[in-house]
Nanobody, 113 residues
Framework: QVQLVESGGGLVQPGGSLRLSCAASGSGFSYKPWAWYRQTPGKQRELVARILSGDITNYADSVKGRFTISRDNAKNTVFLQMYSLKPEDTAVYYC???????WGQGTQVTVSS
């Protein structure tokens, strides 16, 4: 069973930066596709970014040029570096392992002055 633990969320002012981390247990980390999703109350969870084999990355249009997904295979950790944060980025961010459909507990990101 895969366990995912997110960290790095918090309160940041508009224009600020945060880096989220997702530590994963289990085997095969480097071969799996990984993704970050986010969700706000009353809305569906939406895909923010994903990283595929060969480190191919995809991003939602709303975060292109501002967010970067990456992974450290030696540490079994996926990152989401977020720059130029906007109030509309406020959400709970979740890490996702598509190969097992596993989710972390989420980490709150709040962008507010």
């Amino acid at each position: 069973q895969v366990q995912l633990v997110e960290s790095g969320g918090g309160l940041v002012q508009p224009g600020g930066s945060l880096r989220l981390s997702c530590a994963a247990s289990g085997s095969g980390f480097s071969y799996k596709p990984w993704a970050w999703y986010r969700q706000t109350p009353g809305k569906q969870r939406e895909l923010v970014a994903r990283i595929l084999s060969g480190d191919i990355t995809n991003y939602a249009d709303s975060v292109k040029g501002r967010f970067t997904i990456s992974r450290d295979n030696a540490k079994n950790t996926v990152f989401l570096q977020m720059y130029s944060l906007k109030p509309e980025d406020t959400a709970v961010y979740y890490c996702h392992d598509a190969s097992t459909n596993s989710w972390g507990q989420g980490t709150q990101v709040t962008v507010s002055s």
